[in-house]
């Protein structure tokens, strides 16, 4: 066990939905990563958060947005969803400085 | 197109053997490597890092080795066990883009023969 958590753990919605993907950090990480994993593209980072302000976008789609809050929680939201966008959502954490990343167990998200 | 990435998608290996996986790495900026083994179902797990100003660094029953020269890293792992059945993926990260997330391989599938 990590110590990151994530909700839910299924999602399954149709084309042109917007779903929330909940993330909570180890307790006293104040950096929060989102990855998305497929079979086509492998892992891919989507956008860090460091103590409530984003950081740096990696691959992510203008269709999909992040924020973290004060209690150091974060949410992934992802909007006109596509068939494409079906694939494992994982949440990371680490210290901030500290370079090694926690990740909690992951959302699968299928879309239909 | 993919920065990093892994020599061999399956590695078959007797049970008690030392694994060797691969990987290579074409970002000279990258200082900072890591690598994961995920479970079936499960979210990567860390094993080990190193950071670019060190060749070799030892943790239980794995060892990671860094050859900036030829932009290499590999993961030892001695005596393999059943339960070291796992994809394990390398990832770099490169401080020059200012961001912290990392660059992921796209995984060798380790298979521990009986």
């Known amino acids: 066990d990590s110590g990151v958590t994530q909700t839910p753990k299924h999602l399954i919605t149709a084309t042109g939905q917007r779903v929330t993907l909940r993330c909570s950090p180890r307790?006293?990480?104040?950096?929060v990563y989102w990855y998305q994993q497929s079979l086509d593209q492998g892992l891919q980072f989507l956008i860090q958060?460091?103590?409530?302000?984003?950081?740096a976008k990696g691959n992510i789609l203008e269709r999909f947005s992040a924020q973290q809050f004060p209690d150091l929680h974060s949410e992934l939201n992802l909007s006109s969803l596509e068939l494409g966008d079906s694939a494992l959502y994982f949440c990371?954490?680490?210290?901030?400085?500290?370079?090694?990343?926690?990740f909690g167990p992951g959302t699968r998200l299928t879309v239909t | 197109g993919e920065s990093v990435g892994l020599h061999l998608p399956t590695l078959s290996v007797q049970e008690g053997d030392n694994s060797i996986i691969n990987c290579a790495y074409s970002?000279?900026?990258?200082?900072?490597f890591i690598w994961y083994k995920q479970e079936s179902g499960k979210g990567p797990q860390f094993i080990i890092d190193?950071?670019?100003?060190?060749d070799k660094r030892q943790g239980q029953r794995v060892t990671v080795l860094l050859n900036k020269t030829v932009k290499h890293l590999s993961l030892q792992i001695a005596a393999t066990q059943p339960g070291d059945s796992a994809v394990y993926f390398c990832?770099?990260?490169?401080?020059?883009?200012?961001?912290?997330?990392?660059?992921f391989g796209k995984g060798t599938h380790l298979i521990i023969q009986p």
């Open positions: 970002n000279s900026a990258s200082d900072y």
């Open positions: 990832a770099e990260r490169s401080r020059g883009g200012g961001a912290d997330g990392l660059t």
């Open positions: 190193i950071r670019s100003n060190m």
């Open positions: 307790s006293g990480d104040l950096s």
């Open positions: 990371a954490s680490s210290q901030g400085d500290n370079y090694e990343q926690y």
């Open positions: 958060y460091y103590n409530g302000e984003e950081r």
